[in-house]
Structure formats: C-alpha cells, structure tokens
C-alpha cells in the first residue's frame, strides 16, 4: 500500500468507523457466537499473496463483527466504561503515525515530556497535592502505567496480602486497618504497604483515607490510593471531597482510560517520591545511554514502570483535555452520574427490587428482593437477550446484579429502555417461578 | 466533537498523516531540543473552554514536532526498527473504534479468538513446531504480551540471576551453560530457567540453542528464547535454520512490533503448555465470571499476562498478514538484510573502518580503528549534525556504532547518504585530532 493508496483507504476507515459508531445502536450489544466460532471463519494460514482491502473489509463486517462485545454501545452496561471519543481516536491515529517508542527522553523528548506535563494538568484538574506534580521542586510526578490488579502484583512480588473487612457501606475503615497491624505484627511480620481504593470494583465504594492516611503515615507504611474508576469524577468540585486524605498518600492513580474519555490504555499513576519508584526497575544497557541522563533535567519513563518500550500515549490525552476543555469533561461527568441516579430511581419506585449500594457515581447496584438463585437466572436471561449487557458482582452473601454508566453516547432513552427490559424478564422470570 | 465533524477532522487527519510520512525525510531525524523544552511551549493548565482543531494541529507542529525523534525516517538507524505500515495504522484505527477490552472471552469473543488464530498463523509462518499451536490438541499457544527485559523480570521476582559469558561470536554455548549449572548447584541454587537469545540488542548474535536445548531438557529447566529483533526473519526458509532448537524450548518470543510491520505494540509470546503460565496468575473474581470459563473451550487471556486490560490488538496483525501476504512481508526481510550487507560492504572497502559482529540480519556493527575515546566522538559528531542517528554499543571492552535497518521506507540511496556522513565526520575527526 503506497502513500496515495493509504490516503484514499485511511479515509475510507474514517468513514466505516463514523458510521459504526453512528449505526451501533442497531447491532446487538452481546454477540451470540460460540466458543471457536472465528478460527471456522478464516483460512488455516496466512495468504502467501496480499488480499485485496476490499475482501478485508467484507471480512471485518463477516467475521470480526458477529463476535464484538460492543463496549460503545449506549445499551452496554457491564463492567465500567471503555472510554473512546473522537479527540482521542484522533490522537491516537496520530501517535500510531509518528510510531515512536518512548522508553528514553531522547529516543522522543516530546513523547517523555507531554506526557509529564499532561500528567501536571491531569493533576491540577484532580487539585492533587503539589508534592504529586513535576513542574514543582518536591520530587514528585506522573507517568502512564498498563493496569493490573493489587491481589496479581502481590502473587509476583511474593508478598503475603491480606484483604480486610469493610464496614456497612464496604468502606476500609482506619480501626480495622489498626487492627489487622496489630496482628499482623504480632505475629513477626513487617506491614509495609496499604492499597485504598475509592470507588470499588463490584459497588463503588470508597475507604476512609481519612482515617486510614494517618496510621499509614505514623506506621511508615507506604499508602496508595487505587481510584481506577471514580477518580475521573474528582474533576468535578462537587465530587473532590471524595478525595480528601490523598495528601497522606505515597501514589495514587486512576484510569482516565475508564471515564475521562481518553481511550484504552490510559492509566495515570503519581507518586511523590519518584526517586523511590525509578530506583527498583533500573536497567542501563549503554544501548540506551544518553547525554543527558545523569543530569536531573530529564525523565526516562522506561524506569518507572515494567515493561520497556512505550507508545506515545499521552497524544491522546492532550487531544481530550484540549478539544473537550475542563468544562466539556465536567459536564460529562455529571451527565452520567444524573443517568446513574435516573436508573436508581426507576429501581427504587419498583416494590420488587432493591438498591444495594450508594449510588455515588455512575454504577447502581441493584437485585430482585429474592433469591440469589432468582437474581442468577435474571441476568442470565437479560445477556441471552442481548438487549442490553450487563454482570453480576457478590457483596457479602448477596448476588447482585451491577448496571452502569458506560458509553459515551448513553441518554435518558437508554436508560428508559434498559429498565424496561429488566423489568420485563423479573415479570416473566417470576412468573415462570409461581 | 459529533459525528460529522469527526468524518472530517479524521480525513484531514488521514491527510496529515499520509504528508508527515511521505516527506519525512525531509525533517531532521533526531530533535534539537533542550530538556524541559516543551513545558514551556504551552500553557501552565488544561484550557476550560475547547480549543479549536486548528489550533491543536497547529500546536502538533509548534510543539511536537521539533521534539519529535523520527522513527519512521530512513535517516533513523538506532536501536532497532518500530515497525510501522500503512495496513496496522488502519487496524489499530479499527481496533480504537471498537473499543473493546478483552480481558475475557466473553468480554469480546472477536477479540480472543483472533489473536489465537493470528498466533497460530505467525506460528506456522516460523514453521513453529506444533506443540505451540492452539490449533492443536496440544496445550499450548500464543499470547500477544507487553515487552520487558528478562533483566527487569528477574528483579521483579526476587530471583538471583546469572549472566553467562559468551564465545567469540557472542554466542553462549552448551559447555559454559553445563559449567555454571554445576557451580550453581555445588552452592546448594536451584537452575530453573534459561533465557536464550536469537539476535541479541547489542550485535545480533545467536545463542547457541541445539546444544543449550538438550541441557535444559534432561536437567528440568525451563528454556525460554528471546528472539525479540531477529524472529521476524524466520519466516524466510532461507534464516529459519538460525531457529533450529527451538523444539527444545518451553516458550518463545519474538515482537512483530520491531520487524514485522505491526506497530507497537505487539510482542508475540508462545508456550507449550499455557495451564503452567495460567496457573500462575489467575485471578476470578465474580464480575469477570461467564458461564463458558472452565469449559476448557475458550482462552480468557488475562490469566496470560500481568495487566489487565487488552487492546484488540491482533486487528493490526490480521491487516498486515492480509495486506502483505508472506510473500510481500518475506520480500520486505529480504530487502532490509540486503541494504545491510550494501552498508556492510561499504565500511570493508574503508581500511580506517572495522566490522564488528557477524552481519546476519539488518544490524551493522562498526568502529573506526582506533581509541574507544575516538569512536565516542564520532558518534556524538553524527548525532549532533542530525543527518543521521545512531546508537553505540559495547562489546566486550570495544565501544562500537551500532547502525541498524530501521524505516520501511530506507532504500540504497539512504545506506549511500548514510556512509557519506559517517566517512565526512571521521575524517574530519582525524584530522582534528592530529
């Protein structure tokens, strides 16, 4: 493909993906494939002869499209939200072109020092500490991480975890925390490192770092705050206060790849002692020496993280933050917390169904007043019906089933048309059950 | 950003694009700036208001740009190549609009099932025995995974790792590995694992694996072999013998991402039994459950890597193989090892010049004869003029010029105008320096 014939197909691809995105409504939002439906699909190998882009794009539509989860679709309410907007499609298309690899400042200076200083604005937008930004003297700074979960890095790092019991609305409080280091301590092991998440997984919950911040700080333990999800809220004043205690914290991060409308994969993390993180992943082949790296002025991301090679991530996340402005991505926000409540509210004015969390942001979790074995069967009817997608969470011994906020494109109507489809599967469903 | 807008703001991006590669040579390959160059270039804040898209692409070449090193240029010989071609631009263009996250198959069943089968393809192409084919009934299988250093691994799990001395050619062969097992065991160490290299960073050399293979078998080792650069070339029959012993191998990787026109990032990783790498990371917690989990029917490839999340990232494999074809894909190998023996030949026929490494692929290493102190300065001249970029290397107490077949534009003129500058800046070097 020469550069004329990219021009016409990139075009081409602009226009199938508007449409896409334009039409998604009207596919259905839960494929009905079966497990190896694709390898059937498509030749045992490679063709030794290029195919034509035409038969390439037929297959997208025969082949890649019957099995698409559609995340972007204003029907999908599984998990949280895929963020993906038009800015960072833009952005990346772009980063994809220049096709750096970041790993060093000179091996791309613009891809190292936009991404720390969007990681400054993301900051400020947040009202982070200062001690958490680089364009101050404290020692401070953010990077782009790939995403894993706390309980997988323990099982790497060889370390022994311990998951600790959450009060009523399944928040860590600071009581039980000093506690459990007493115990622990007891018992001759050495408490290092405590892991506060606001806004969980399964219900959106938030831990006190309020209380818990302090007996870190005193105990010399290491506190991160885990905020994947809700801390695109904290752009928000109304929702700030959530973050309140995130000065005693050592790193936080959340995923502006979530909620913040950059897309996947966009994981913002800040510590305040940078000096501490680049120390334990430090390798320097003379391969990737360079001028300047000794000299205090410059930052060589391939230390703060696992993996060496980076994309020029932070393209995307420039595109977002200028093309939507802080006001734009605001709006947003509370667009899809009011939908979140909009939701809650259908549910609570319904005798047969229950609210089992606080609904904060945008995830409402909710469950027909019954069984668990009910609540079992009526998700798995509302995915067989692939109207709308959700999954299931456990919250004590309860199984409950989570909805939220997810596409971009979600509007009151959809939120309507949800609720009506649950609605109707619990009447069949317990009617079947009489 | 609606719709419509986007269809044109994505074509003018399409336009740009299609520009900034077609004249990329004509911007100097390696940036001027001074650390700290770009925090200044633009405002202190997030904007409140939206920018306009003009002035964010006017932005693109105010403030990226001039800090921009050009992979893509055929001026750029560092490292080694960042793939990159026009069909995995329109993949991952795809791959962004659909905005799936594929941790579990059920997560988008498209999403697994092709990298499976893009797996099993690039295996076939390498003639990849059938033990690591998922096609098969085998056990195994492969992965598409986020590069790191084996180096990095070893600090991150807490295991002493060895460095073991190489023969003449930097080949590590089956008697130095026999002798350090010994020495290890006599200290009461448990060997466990091998890593093998097919074309190290520094000169491209191949460790020796018919005679490390049959070692590691008898003695319950696992061996792995890194191919990460040099891998792409084995789907030429006439480089697959350097793969030979492989058979030997538990797993094995090599990045599409460097030499096979996939962009970054794209690390293939195959395993013959992917139960003992499953098993070491899995986590289940109920909102990533479904229903076809444990029918040993499906692949849920978060239980394969340390992150999370997963981009649909075999889209761009699937266009490239397409769009290529092996043929085209083995014709684009063959080309870059030839332009490296054109510039081979010409730092032979210069008596002031040595070849370092054996030239097998696209990597030339070279010095002047001569001091380390006066090769340091030649490199440092070639990268300060900007014509050109390279990185050196050390090999054994020698510093060498690395110069390596990196864009997929370079032709013989670029090897040409390369020589010119190097010879230019030597001797006028040398006649500095007497």
Chains 1, 2 share one sequence.
Not at 304 to 333: A, H, T
Request: negative net charge; charged residues 25%.
């Amino acid at each position: 493909m020469d550069f004329e014939e990219f021009r016409t197909r990139g075009k081409e691809m602009v226009d199938y993906i508007t449409d896409y995105l334009k039409s998604i409504e009207q596919r259905p939002v839960y494929p009905a494939v079966q497990p190896g439906y694709l390898r059937s699909l498509i030749p045992e190998n490679a063709p030794q002869q290029p195919d034509s882009f035409e038969d390439l794009m037929k297959d997208v539509e025969r082949v890649i499209m019957p099995g698409v989860t559609h995340w972007q679709s204003p029907h999908f309410h599984a998990y949280f939200a895929a963020a993906n907007s038009f800015p960072a499609l833009l952005g990346d298309m772009l980063s994809g072109a220049i096709g750096c690899i970041g790993f060093s400042w000179v091996a791309s200076p613009a891809c190292t020092e936009l991404e720390t200083v969007m990681l400054d604005w993301l900051g400020k937008m947040l009202n982070l500490p200062d001690e958490f930004l680089a364009g101050t003297s404290s020692g401070g700074g953010g990077v782009i991480q790939s995403h894993s979960s706390v309980e997988r890095a323990g099982l790497i790092a060889g370390i022994k975890m311990r998951k600790l019991p959450t009060d009523e609305k399944f928040s860590l409080r600071g009581e039980t925390l000093k506690q459990a280091l007493e115990e622990d301590k007891a018992l001759g092991l050495i408490p290092f490192y405590l892991c506060a998440t606001l806004g969980t997984t399964p219900s959106c919950a938030f831990d006190n770092i309020m209380e818990l911040g302090p007996i870190c700080n005193s105990e010399n333990i290491w506190m991160h705050i885990d905020a994947a999800y809700a801390g695109s809220a904290f752009i928000c004043p109304e929702f700030r206060p959530l973050l309140n205690g995130v000065e005693f914290s050592d790193s936080f991060n959340f995923n502006p790849h979530k909620w913040l409308l950059v897309n996947f994969d966009c994981s913002a993390m800040w510590v305040k002692k940078r000096s501490e993180l680049i120390g334990a992943f430090k390798m320097d082949p003379l391969y990737l020496k360079h001028q300047h790296q000794d000299s205090g002025l410059i930052t060589d991301y391939r230390h703060w993280q696992i993996p060496l090679g980076r994309r020029f991530r932070s393209l995307k996340m420039w595109f977002v933050f200028r093309l939507y402005g802080v006001k734009g991505l605001q709006e947003y926000i509370r667009k899809q917390v009011d939908l979140a409540h909009e939701f809650e509210s259908l549910v609570r004015q319904d005798d047969q169904f229950e609210i089992v969390n606080d609904v904060v942001l945008g995830l409402v979790c909710f469950r027909l007043k019954g069984s668990n074995d009910l609540n079992e069967k009526l998700i798995q009817r509302i995915n067989e019906m692939r109207k709308i997608h959700i999954v299931p969470c456990q919250l004590r011994d309860k199984f409950v089933l989570r909805f939220a906020i997810c596409a971009r494109t979600v509007e009151s109507k959809h939120i309507q048309y949800a609720w009506q489809n649950i609605k109707e599967i619990a009447i069949d469903l317990q009617v079947g059950c009489q």
